[in-house]
């Protein structure tokens, strides 16, 4: 079966994660880029990447590269690619065009440009042109422009890989479905520990932690752009979602999703029932400061509000409520906190183990790890000063 490139893309800070999600797919030549991941395969491994990957957004195939320093060098430099090879005339096309330096500086002009020499290349071989469709397209381009180098590929995932299908309601402020397995993989937790969620919203951590612990594969029951393509194999595809099913366990699963607001709860249920995980998640209305977790020695995923996401009158005293409750009940656990307020961090009064910077729903966030050790208590009293720089 023919070897080509592909090119993952994820969210930043999630680009060791992904790779190491593709390698352990089969995924050869892995090179870490930013926010995305090339590697090689056969059609194979681009369906099973589009099944299987928790932390890509897209699985992209590379068509063509050059260089243009103007708007002419850019039409001609499209122009000039066979597309007639790509798809064909009765099928519809749209384009997503993203441009950063100095010389293009407006997507949505360098997507019509490139939308005009298509059709011009069309109209001059058959004499028509395929249709535009930006709501169902049987194509999905994508065209990225820095500077003066241009990268044009074909996009096998058509909605972003994010969008596992479940999330039918959300809450103000709902975690990414990608950061939030990407937070997941990041932690360590394995299916044999306990996972809280004490402040879980729209229940996603416990519904990624889910799919994670139970094998299952998150894109299994929706569709992919690849499967429009003029060369799409669905028997292949056929076999390649039967191996990854048989991976999928019933494992017994310690997840708790717990949240303060019933209408949080409701979601959550409806979510996970959506997702066909609400029988490996214990859902409960519970205040974060007035309970302790069900059992010793796990991981706890916290995405608590912050200033630009969730006024609250006090941040700084919620955050260090927030530290005080994880040291005084959560001994034994590893703590893992996302927050864009870098102030707020420092409030919770703990020395972080870990961290990374990521970004939650386009903001610039950090990713913290409190390793609660048991009798620790005292000598994090003693590092109350310590802080998140």
């Keep these: 079966m023919e070897r080509y490139e592909m090119v993952a893309t ?38 099973k990447s589009n099944l299987a990957l928790r932390t890509a957004l897209r699985v992209l195939v590379p068509l063509t590269e050059f260089t243009a320093g103007n708007e002419d060098q850019l039409y001609y430099g499209i122009k000039d690619f066979p597309w007639e090879d790509v798809f064909s005339l009765n099928q519809t096309f749209v384009i997503d065009a993203v441009v950063g330096g100095s010389v293009f500086r407006h997507s949505q002009y360098a997507a019509l440009k490139s939308k005009d020499a298509i059709a011009d290349r069309f109209r001059q071989k058959y004499g028509q042109r395929p249709g535009v469709d930006t709501r169902n397209p049987d194509i999905y381009l994508n065209i990225r422009i820095f500077d003066h180098k241009v990268s044009v590929s074909v996009d096998s995932s058509g909605l972003s890989l994010d969008r596992r299908g479940y999330r039918k309601v959300s809450n103000e402020a709902p975690i990414n479905e990608v950061l939030a397995a990407g937070i997941l993989l990041m932690t360590g937790w394995k299916p044999s520990q ?153 409030a919770i009064g703990l020395k972080a183990s870990f961290k990374a910077d990521l970004m939650n729903g386009g903001l610039p966030a950090r990713l913290v790890k409190y390793e609660m050790y048991k009798g620790s208590r005292e000598r994090d009293d003693l590092n109350q000063k310590s802080s998140v720089s």
């Design 10 to 47: 994820t969210l930043t800070g999630l680009e060791q994660t992904l790779a190491t999600e593709i390698k352990e797919l089969g995924g050869e030549r892995v090179k870490v880029l930013k926010r995305a991941v090339s590697y090689v395969g056969d059609d194979a491994l681009l369906y």
């Design 194 to 346: 306990p996972l809280a969620d004490p402040m879980a919203g729209s229940g996603t951590f416990g519904i990624e932690a889910a799919l994670i612990g139970t094998g299952t594969p998150p894109g299994m029951h929706r569709t992919f752009a690849f499967q429009r393509w003029n060369e799409y194999d669905a028997n292949l595809f056929e076999r390649v979602k039967f191996e990854l099913s048989k991976n999928i366990r019933d494992k017994d699963l310690k997840i708790f999703s717990r949240d303060i607001l019933a209408k949080n709860i409701d979601i959550i249920s409806q979510n996970a029932e959506m997702a066909g995980m609400d029988e490996h998640l214990s859902i409960k209305k519970e205040d974060f400061f007035e309970s302790s977790p069900r059992e010793p020695g796990g991981v706890v995923v916290i995405n608590p509000p912050y200033g630009e996401r969730l006024q609250m009158a006090d941040l700084e005293s919620f955050y260090k409520k927030l530290g005080d409750t994880l040291k005084q009940r959560y001994e034994g656990y590893d703590a893992w906190i996302i927050s864009s307020d870098p102030d707020a961090l420092k």
